[in-house]
């Protein structure tokens, strides 16, 4: 089994066996908690134009997203875990576009079997894919870190890569630090910048208890992730 990993959602993708893509802050996270609240699956839109249209053609679905890090006008939700788990989401059809964790699954389809997390579910989805996809000793595992520059993914990616190869080198409690202290959580501590909450890192570096992790599945004309229950 080989296992690497690569920084940024424009990287070169390679054809894994199994593509595990990242985004802490906040894409994946906010996936997570909307499947928790009752969330049925989550389109995955290359762009803002292509969700709205989807939204055309079914209006119950709901938008959420950012670009940049910011809400986008017109959608329903904010790409925001804080204000997610707040959301009665039972039975709905979300759409998501974001910058960085949504291209990267999107560059990421040529994979046999594509994974998204944040940190919140790493654990469960480290350890599904240990006990159950990487048997064979040719399986390649690419884990994508998608910001471009950002230690939360990077220090994920790492804590996935050590638990899938059973080892203890990076601490689910080093994790958390190295997201609290990143660049990318600053703009989130600062109280003077009214488009960030910081309640919305204390719920990326949540642990949750769920019974599930969650893959994206290419059957349909439009890419999405579905729960798979371990």
Known sequence: MEIKIDQGSDTPTVRADITIVIDVIRAFTVAH?????????????ETVEQAILIKKANPTYLLAGEIDGLAIKGFDLENSP??????DLSGKTLV???????????????????????LTNARKTADFIRENMTNEKETLVQIMATHPSGDDDL????????????????S???????????????????????????EDIFYCIKRLHSDFVMKVSKTGEIPMIVRVYV
Do not use: M, P, W
């Open 33 to 45: 908690y909307a499947f928790l609240q009752g969330a049925k699956r989550i389109f995955l839109a």
């Open 82 to 87: 804080y204000r997610i788990q707040q959301t």
């Open 96 to 118: 998501l576009k974001t910058t960085n964790g949504v291209r990267g699954a999107l560059r990421s389809l040529s994979s046999d079997h594509i994974f998204v997390t944040g």
């Open 155 to 170: 220090a994920c990616a790492e804590y996935i890569k050590n638990r899938i190869e059973d080892t203890n080198l990076v």
């Open 172 to 198: 689910e409690a080093d994790v958390i630090e190295r997201v609290k202290k990143s660049h990318v959580a600053e703009k989130f501590f600062d109280t003077s910048n009214d488009a960030f909450i910081v």
